[in-house]
């Protein structure tokens, strides 16, 4: 079966400092992952997609099959990027999701 | 431009009771709809998805149903409430768009189970 494992909880950061939030799935299929975020009282949103391989408000996130994984980073973490970040795998038909359990970044002075 | 709305927003009820969320989508048509539960240090979990009207598919054995009456409707309810289906519900949709799904969320309704 499909998993997203998101290790971290929480990530807290200095501004400035460089972020790295890890992802890792298990999927026997061909993976297609994306990274969505959550700012503070706003709607759950896609950050980016592997498929696109751009660069989001900084982020990038590179699929490594090798390894499973799919971490976003950034290398210069800004205070706006405070938020809960959700690592998603499509899966099957109807496009369906299946999320990490995620982790909240948080960036300080 | 497409809108998806959700209600109530907040919703406290007592166990044993009945549930209804209701969500709806403007401005497309035949959307995939999505029903998430985010539960403490849980992620999001998929509860039921649709492809079409009338269409339920159910990801995990659960204590809730869903329908989808009209193209642009979806309802999640419950005959009876426990307290384990105390949660934060997420409505989304997604329909095809410069090559792949891309799913859009509601603001959420917030359920406490007393």
């Known amino acids: 079966a499909q998993r997203v494992t998101q290790p971290e909880k929480l990530l807290s950061v200095f501004k400035g400092a460089p972020v790295e939030l890890k992802c890792n799935y298990s999927?026997?299929?061909?993976?297609?992952l994306f990274w969505y975020v959550q700012y503070s009282r706003q709607r759950l949103q896609l950050l980016l997609r592997?498929?696109s391989r751009e660069s989001i408000k900084g982020f990038t996130a590179d699929l490594n099959k090798g390894e499973t994984s799919f971490h976003l980073k950034k290398p210069f973490a800004q205070e706006e990027d405070s938020a809960m970040y959700y690592c998603a795998l499509l899966t099957g038909t109807a496009s369906k999701l299946t999320f990490g359990t995620g982790t909240r970044l948080q960036v300080t002075l | 431009s497409q809108t998806i709305h959700q209600w109530p927003a907040t919703l406290v009820q007592p166990v044993g009771s009945p549930l209804s969320l209701e969500c709806t989508v403007e401005g497309t048509s035949n959307p995939n709809l999505y029903w998430y539960r985010q539960a403490a240090g849980r992620g999001l979990q998929l509860l039921f998805y649709?492809?079409?009207?009338?269409?339920i598919s159910s990801e995990v054995p659960q204590n809730l149903s869903a329908s989808r009456p009209q193209d642009r409707q979806f309802i999640l309810s419950s005959k009876k409430l426990l307290l384990s289906d105390s949660g934060f519900y997420l409505c989304?949709?997604?329909?095809?768009?410069?090559?792949?799904?891309?799913?859009?969320f509601g603001p959420g309704t917030r359920l406490t189970v007393t």
């Open positions: 999927y026997s299929g061909s993976p297609e």
């Open positions: 989304a949709w997604s329909v095809l768009g410069q090559g792949f799904y891309e799913q859009y």
């Open positions: 649709s492809v079409g009207i009338g269409q």
């Open positions: 592997h498929i």
